[in-house]
């Protein structure tokens, strides 16, 4: 008998430590895990969140705001890691606040990229909600167009490290529109600023991305050709050019994507926090 109980005691106690073991809590055992790595592919980072007027956007409706996202963009080849603009660096921009901003070197980290790997960067334009974060990325090589970059330049905070980046041979000025790598080409498009940019990639056969910079805001209103307002352009005329361009390209199935809209959100699936996989 005294043995019965002996053996009933031993398989409780070691029935009970296993049972703490598997019940570990996950904050435990991912604090101690290295950032995953992400796949190979094409991807949309979400910054942070605000509100904008509609006058200022390609809106139907001119009276009151709309919510806006403030994105950049990720492509991952390999160890190839290109930046379609930057983010702003920090929680408000000059014309309105970012709400639930985070940093894009702290999100990007989150997926194990370091400042350092950051190879390239292309701006679609100069305003600080897309080239704030230009000083957080200290290797990589920066395209832009020449009016761009001199307006950039007079920013007092980023204004010394570009003169830098600029003697150090780390700035390619886009004159006109040319290709980046295969089937990845920079449109200059010239109507939101002096020197806006897109980029048109056939990432393969069938699969067409058109990144637009602001020259649109509202992926359904580019794809249909509404241009901006005079009031949020350097040249309406130069807008109204690509937002044709654009509605012939949507036409023929490429997938158009802008900066600010929400909805390309919910064109991919959130693989880490705020960074959504688009292809």
């Known amino acids: 008998m005294k043995i019965f109980i002996l053996l009933v005691t031993t398989l ?43 006058r200022l956007a390609n809106s139907e409706i001119e009276e009151g705001e709309s919510e806006i996202v403030f994105l950049f963009y990720l492509i991952k080849l390999d160890k190839r890691y290109i930046l379609i603009d930057t983010g702003t660096s920090s929680i408000s921009t000059s014309k309105i606040a970012v709400q639930n901003w985070i940093s894009s070197d702290q999100i990007l980290g989150s997926a194990g990229i370091k400042p350092g790997m950051i190879g390239e960067i292309i701006l679609t334009h100069f305003h600080s909600d897309h080239s704030g974060g230009i000083n957080l990325f200290p290797n990589a090589k920066i395209y832009v167009t020449p009016e761009d970059w001199y307006s950039l330049k007079k920013n007092r905070t980023l204004g010394s490290k570009l003169f830098a980046k600029e003697r150090s041979g780390k700035v390619q000025f886009v004159k006109s529109s040319f290709e980046v790598f295969s089937n990845f080409r920079i449109l200059l498009t010239k109507g939101h600023t002096q020197g806006s940019i897109a980029i048109e990639w056939l990432r393969s056969p069938g699969k067409k991305f058109l990144i637009t910079g602001d020259e649109c805001y509202w992926v359904e209103f580019c794809k249909q050709g509404h241009s901006l307002s005079s009031e949020g352009t350097f040249s309406l005329s130069n807008n109204k050019e690509f937002l044709d361009y654009v509605s012939v390209l949507s036409s023929s199935g490429t997938k158009i994507l802008t900066m600010h809209d929400p909805a390309v959100l919910s064109l991919g699936e959130e693989v880490l926090p705020r960074i959504y996989k688009l292809d």
């Open 12 to 54: 409780l106690f070691y029935c009970g430590t296993s049972s703490l073991e598997v019940k570990k809590p996950i904050s435990e055992i991912s604090g101690s895990m290295s950032p995953p790595e992400l796949q190979d592919g094409f991807y949309a980072i979400l910054v942070g969140k605000s509100f904008y007027p509609n």
